[in-house]
Nanobody
Framework: VQLQAFGGGLVRAGGSLRLSCAAS????????IGWFRQHPGKEREFVAA????????YFADSVKARFSISRNNIINMVYLQMNSLEPEDTAVYYC?????????????????WGQGTLVTVSS
């Protein structure tokens, strides 16, 4: 399993950004995909996740009104649309995958991780 996150950058508060996660997984639709982020000096935290079929989506309370997640199982991509960004959203964002959705949304310990992409929101 290989994952690559991209799409980070610098954006002003109130703006939008879309992160993408490209997956090299033969049975992509079997995997739940999650996004996590790590603020400087803090532990990594769960942001959002989508089930293998795309029918279930899950969000941290801090982002549920502003972020959305989707996936395309034809081209093995997952997207995190981030709207109304706030300076507090500044972090390195990671995508991760696991066959067990619980490992993504509950334990925060999915088996496979991509490299991070930096999102910086200026005030």
């Amino acid at each position: 399993v290989q994952l690559q996150a991209f799409g980070g950058g610098l954006v002003r508060a109130g703006g939008s950004l879309r992160l993408s996660c490209a997956a090299s997984i033969r049975t992509f639709r079997d995997y739940a995909i999650g996004w996590f982020r790590q603020h400087p000096g803090k532990e990594r935290e769960f942001v959002a996740a989508v089930s293998g079929s795309g029918g279930g989506t899950y969000f941290a309370d801090s982002v549920k009104a502003r972020f959305s997640i989707s996936r395309n199982n034809i081209i093995n991509m997952v997207y995190l649309q981030m709207n109304s960004l706030e300076p507090e959203d500044t972090a390195v964002y990671y995508c991760a995958a696991d066959l067990n959705l619980r490992n993504v949304i509950t334990t925060g310990s999915p088996g496979s991780w991509g490299q991070g992409t930096l999102v910086t929101v200026s005030s």
